[in-house]
């Protein structure tokens, strides 16, 4: 028995190290942005972070809607290890589903400026957001099929391509948020709008670089991903919807939390804004590991789920909150001992402009370090829940968790008691805190609740 969890350890690792790797690469991006718009100033900084948080409550959501065709992929593997067709259509309507969310969702984002002033932000730094928003907007739609492909590899066990994509992209990024910000190689200076160009830019490299490995790679190319792109399967495209609107739901609310309190700090001032900033990008860093780990519980649960093999859910699932939480821990010890030496990288510390911002980020760091083991355990336990399709009772939790909780006694003790910025992180921990004992809860209680059956049908 020893040895089964031993060979599930293995395969955890073996498909969660690319993964990880892959979303600290996705997180570099982002980080690239951070660092070269701080090059600008703290007035920079916040406005970008304004723009960047109300554009990602929308790129989450519609990574949560993407996200079903993992578990799909996964449970349909489980059941007919060889299966073409139903992989390639599940692919085909997930794409179908990023582009039908994605039209809305443009229309909002071009109005970002009136969004961000009817949220009580202040108009000059709305003003610059809603500039770069024009430019960062159409990353959209090329960023959501690239998170479908990447999806699909992953759900394969092969997800080493997307992280060979995603360290291309870093320099990719990087070279043109240099050029278009600052006005290098020739290209005007552009600002906070050149380097929501170049997002969009990277995110179309992204897409298209990944696209031309799942048409050349041949263990990819059996699949022929873009063979009959045109068929409409209404039956899959319901199930990408019925599986994916929960998971874009709760990743919304989780999300749009975090977004809430950008939009809190905003209200305060703008070095507490800047600092938040700054410290949500560290703790997103970190987040990558867990993040990781629970998308790779997705597939090997849902492998096992697929087989019906019931002891093997188990083991994927314990296996990976194990890891995830262990990890937390490490975390955890870096945001404590170190806190100055991180900030240094987004912030010039000597610069007596930044003082004040540099303090507040220190002190949000501390209680980033209080809740990286509950954040870990909500990303594992959300990933083995996805695994087995359970996901619309998770979506409750993180309602009730995330907005009753976390912006409920963030507020409180942000603006009655005074705590301001440190008020809204702490609440954020424990709108953390909640989710993860319910998630964790019902993972325990998987068996008695139905969800894969009785313990007399496990099978070792």
């Given amino acids: 028995m020893a040895s089964l969890w031993r060979v599930e350890a293995r395969a955890l690792l073996a498909l969660a190290v690319p993964i990880i790797a892959g979303n600290i690469a996705w997180a570099g991006i982002a980080a690239t942005d951070l660092l070269l718009l701080g090059r600008l100033g703290a007035q920079s900084v916040a406005a970008g972070a304004l723009a960047i948080n109300l554009f990602n409550a929308l790129l989450i959501f519609g990574m949560g809607l993407v996200a079903a065709a993992s578990p799909l992929i996964a449970q349909e593997r489980g059941r007919r290890r060889h299966s073409v067709r139903d992989v390639r259509r599940t692919v085909h309507q997930t794409l179908r589903a990023a582009t039908i969310l994605a039209l809305p969702a443009w229309f909002l984002l071009w109005h970002s400026e009136a969004i961000l002033i009817a949220l009580g932000q202040d108009p000059e730094l709305a003003r ?16 959501l099929g690239f998170t479908t492909l990447r999806n699909f590899i992953s759900a394969l066990e092969r997800p080493l391509w997307s992280l060979v994509v995603m360290l291309c992209a ?12 600052f006005g290098e190689l020739g290209f005007p200076a552009l600002g906070l709008r050149g380097a929501g160009i170049a997002s969009s830019l990277s995110s179309t490299f992204l897409f298209l670089a990944l696209l031309a490995v ?28 019925s599986l994916g609107l929960p998971i874009a739901i709760m990743l919304g609310f989780e999300t749009s939390v975090f977004n809430a309190s ?12 800047a600092a938040h900033a700054v410290a949500i990008q560290i703790a997103a860093l970190v987040f990558m590991v ?4 629970g998308q790779a519980a997705t597939v090997r649960v849902g492998l096992a789920h697929g087989r019906a093999d019931h002891a093997g859910v188990g083991r994927a699932g314990w296996v990976a909150l194990t890891a995830g939480i262990g990890f937390a821990g490490v ?7 170190a806190p100055r030496m991180l900030v240094s990288v987004f912030l010039d510390l000597s610069d007596p402009a930044n003082q004040r911002t540099v303090a507040l980020a220190v002190s949000f760091l501390g209680v980033a370090a209080l809740f990286q083991l509950a954040d870990a355990a909500q990303a594992v336990g959300a990933g083995a829940l996805r695994g087995i399709q359970d996901m619309k ?28 910025g440190l008020g809204i992180w702490l609440g954020l921990a424990s709108g953390l805190g909640v989710v993860a004992a319910l998630l964790v809860l019902r993972w325990c209680m998987r068996e008695r609740l139905g969800l894969v059956g009785s313990l007399a049908e496990t099978r070792d």
């Fill in 290 to 293: 867990p993040m990781g780990i």
């Fill in 262 to 273: 950008a939009f809190l700090m905003g209200m305060i001032d703008r070095d507490s804004l």
């Fill in 214 to 241: 799942v048409m050349i790679d041949r263990r990819f190319r059996r699949y022929r991903l873009m063979g009959r792109f045109w068929a409409f399967d209404r039956q899959r495209l319901r199930a990408v919807w």
């Fill in 393 to 420: 009772v998770p979506m409750i939790f993180a309602l009730f968790g995330y907005w009753a909780i976390g912006i409920g006694v963030g507020a409180l003790l942000a603006f009655p008691f005074g705590l301001k």
């Fill in 331 to 337: 975390t955890a010890s870096l945001l404590i001992v």
């Fill in 170 to 181: 870093i320099p990719f990024n990087l070279l043109a948020g240099w050029a278009l910000i």
């Fill in 128 to 143: 610059e957001a809603g500039g770069m928003m024009r430019g960062l907007q159409w990353a959209l739609l090329p960023f």
